[in-house]
């Protein structure tokens, strides 16, 4: 398809194969990508959105695994924080636009908050990496909102809270594994502390859904 | 600007006619460990003791009146939920209470050492402004317990934990500022402390009003 269009001959050969560019540096992923179909970018997008989800649902301690999320992005947390707040928002009788604003602002700010203070305490946090990290972590807490939304009916009070208190645990553990290793040693439970409480924060709403 | 005259000597990253609004102009105040802040907020609880102003003496940090402050956020926002959620079985789930109190909080803890600094400057003594906003901080971590206590849906237990919580929080202040009140004339020391008591008495009392309103059991709300 590239054959008909006008910028493309020689750039691409044939038909559009699909590449691993979650797998490619920086440089080479820049040449390509005017000219590509639109259909292509977005597919690019998606795959390292779900990559790096891959990373948070199954954390890994080691530092040199993780070293593929230092290409950070802030598509999968803008989704991830629109997904919970629509979530929240729907179910609230009052005040839907409330519970938006709050839980966008507080995803949001919370983030960059953490990550000035991790910088202050004499972290080596590079400020979007971190934001990125935090914001792709929010995904367990994400999927306990929507099955808790869907399936109300059947859930009691302490059905909820025995949900819920999973994705919060496993959304800390998930960024701790990343944080830590960027945090200062002898600081290190006054840098942590700030994320306990964000996601905390984050899966209290979801318990009164 | 004259008025940090003493920060900017002492730390040289602070020089510089917009400083404050850099990164690093706030490094110095987060030279804390995890030991130092609770020694502090255990300092705070007993205000008659003189442990505060030793601790914090040539090093206050902002770590604690940012966090604290964020984590008495969040425990208003959860049991004043759980008292609204017990009372009808259902929930009616207000999410108002966290810009409300974010609000509150922040201009008292933030707010009253601004006025309190200018107030004091321009009657003549020297206080360090860092240091006034350490000790707002950590005067709110009395909330932290007094709010875990509000579960109870006692209105006369909640007057009476209010009230403790100001009166224990009046006096950590005034003693954290002994030694600056001690410099100054008879007069303007009542101004000053006027001044503390009456932000203090407000906080107490729109806590209490706003966030632990007890519904009688007859009303349709």
Not at chain 1, 51 to 76: A, C, F
Not at chain 2, 69 to 85: D, E
Not at chain 2, 111 to 126: A, E, W
Request: one cysteine or more; a negative charge.
């Amino acid at each position: 398809m590239t054959d008909n269009h006008p910028f493309g001959s020689g750039m691409f050969q044939g038909q559009a194969k699909f590449v691993d560019y979650a797998h490619m540096n920086q440089q080479e992923v820049q040449v390509n990508t005017l000219d590509e179909p639109v259909l292509d970018t977005l597919l690019r997008d998606i795959n390292m959105i779900l990559y790096k989800l891959s990373y948070v649902i199954i954390p890994r301690m080691k530092e040199t695994q993780g070293r593929k999320l230092r290409n950070w992005d802030l598509w999968g947390p803008l989704l991830l924080s629109l997904l919970l707040a629509m979530t929240l928002g729907i179910n609230s009788n009052q005040s839907s636009d409330t519970i938006f604003g709050t839980i966008f602002i507080i995803m949001w700010g919370g983030s960059a908050v953490i990550t000035v203070n991790a910088k202050l305490l004499g972290g080596q946090v590079s400020f979007f990496q971190s934001v990125c990290v935090l914001g792709y972590c929010v995904f367990p807490i994400n999927v306990a909102a929507v099955v808790i939304t869907f399936l109300q009916s059947y859930f009691g009070f302490f059905l909820r809270l025995i949900i819920v208190g999973v994705a919060f645990l496993w959304s800390t553990f998930s960024s701790l594994s990343f944080m830590s290793s960027m945090m200062n040693e002898e600081k290190k439970v006054i840098s942590v502390y700030p994320i306990f409480l964000f996601y905390m924060f984050l899966s209290w709403f979801c318990i009164f859904i | 600007m004259e008025f940090f005259q003493e920060e900017e000597e002492e730390h040289p990253e602070q020089k510089g006619c917009c400083a404050f609004l850099t990164v690093q102009y706030y490094q110095p105040y987060f030279n804390v460990s995890e030991d130092d802040v609770i020694d502090r907020i255990k300092a705070s609880f007993l205000p008659f003791r003189k442990d505060f102003h030793e601790r914090v003496a040539g090093n206050p940090d902002l770590w604690g009146p940012l966090w604290i402050s964020a984590t008495i956020i969040f425990l208003i926002t959860a049991v004043a939920n759980i008292n609204q959620m017990n009372f009808e079985g259902q929930t009616t789930y207000s999410v108002d209470y966290v810009p409300q109190s974010a609000a509150l909080l922040y201009c008292i803890s933030f707010g009253t050492p601004v006025i309190l600094t200018i107030v004091m400057k321009i009657l003549g003594s020297d206080i360090r402004f860092f240091h006034t906003v350490c000790l707002y901080g950590y005067s709110m971590s009395i909330l932290m317990p007094i709010t875990i206590l509000c579960v109870l849906r006692n209105s006369y237990v909640q007057w009476c934990l209010v009230g403790y919580g100001m009166i224990s929080s009046s006096s950590f202040l005034i003693m954290g500022m002994r030694k600056i009140l001690g410099d100054l004339e008879q007069a303007k020391r009542y101004i000053i402390v006027g001044i503390v008591l009456a932000m203090q008495f407000s906080l107490y009392l729109l806590y209490k009003l706003v966030f632990f309103k007890v519904i009688e059991k007859n009303s349709t709300e």
